[in-house]
């Protein structure tokens, strides 16, 4: 069977003339201009991303493309797969729907065992984490801290399996909430949730946290979902 050679990746010439004068070092500038050309879609989901190829088009060595590339990765932008290197990620309404609704099923029914059994430590622990997280710029950290934030009000459930289905599934939606903060600068909003969310625990109201719960997944699912299904 005859090897189908890969496409070529997109012309990327006017994203980078934008991009070039803007930025001090060669990192920066590839990071930028193909962060620009992923979340606009000159670059779509699945496009090969050969260094070779991006180090010409930008007139760079490859180094910086490399840093960069681990950078978007960071970001949910770019995957890395054997065999193939980096591509775009794929980001779909649909997946992320379909985590969102796993999500509004399992947390709210692990926070409602768990509330009763939090102690002052595991309170103070979130509070900590929350503070991490307001100081924090890199997606990747972010996505971490979030995980571990929500775990920590989880933990007390005594309910190993469905702790488990939790983590897995706030792991799925790690690389959404990355690319949220990226493309729709969602982080203020998620964190005034997540501070109304721990006083609610802290004030034992499991009926006021579970609603808030739900209403935090559901809004970032909603507005990632418009943006994805935009016309363009």
Known sequence: MPHTPEPPIPDLTAVIARNR????????????AMREAILGGTLPAGAPLRQEE??????????????????????????FHPHRGAVVAAISAEDSADIGTIRTALEPAALRLSLPKLTAE??????????????EADPGR??????RFHMTLYARAGRPRLLALVEQHLAAADRYLRFQFVALGYQSRSQD????????????????????????????????????????
């Open 21 to 32: 004068p803007r930025f001090r070092t060669a990192t920066e500038f590839v990071e930028a």
């Open 193 to 232: 949730d997540h501070y109304a969310l721990l006083a609610a625990c802290r004030s034992g109201d499991a009926d006021a946290a579970c609603a808030i719960v739900i209403d935090h997944v559901t809004a970032a699912e909603k507005k990632l979902t418009a943006f994805l299904t935009k016309p363009g």
């Open 54 to 79: 991006l180090a010409a088009a930008f007139g760079v060595s490859r180094m910086p493309v490399r840093e960069a590339l681990r950078q978007l990765e960071a970001r949910a932008l770019v995957e």
């Open 122 to 135: 595991d309170l103070a622990l979130a509070a900590e984490l929350l503070a991490e997280m307001d100081g």
């Open 142 to 147: 972010m996505g971490e801290l979030n995980r």
